[in-house]
Nanobody, 116 residues
């Protein structure tokens, strides 16, 4: 089982990034997917989530209207489009695969730094 995040980097405030999380080793389409983030000295927090079929999403209040989660089950990939980035969005971003039963899977994380 692997979840591999990519797309992080350094961006100026107001800029955009698109994160990707490529899954392998399990039936991706059966799992709800989420993006979490963890800033230095803070707890890991949920950023956005999407159901297995992609029919429903939810977002942390801090990112509503700026971030968009989506998935492509044919490509076993979940995305996080991040717009209007702020310095407080700086964190390591992780993707998570979750089902009602069975283990969760986590990626290794990708660093997002928002700074001028």
């Amino acid at each position: 089982v692997q979840l591999v995040e990519s797309g992080g980097g350094l961006v100026q405030p107001g800029g955009s990034l698109r994160l990707s999380c490529a899954a392998s080793g399990f039936t991706f389409s059966r799992y709800a997917m989420s993006w979490y983030r963890q800033a230095p000295g803070k707890e890991r927090e949920l950023v956005a989530a999407i159901t297995s079929a992609g029919s429903s999403t939810n977002y942390a209040d801090s990112v509503k209207g700026r971030f968009l989660i989506s998935r492509d089950n044919a490509k076993n990939t979940v995305y996080l489009q991040m717009n209007s980035l702020k310095p407080e969005d700086t964190a390591v971003y992780y993707c998570r695969a979750r089902r009602t039963v069975g283990p969760d899977y986590w990626g290794q994380g990708t660093q997002v730094t928002v700074s001028s």
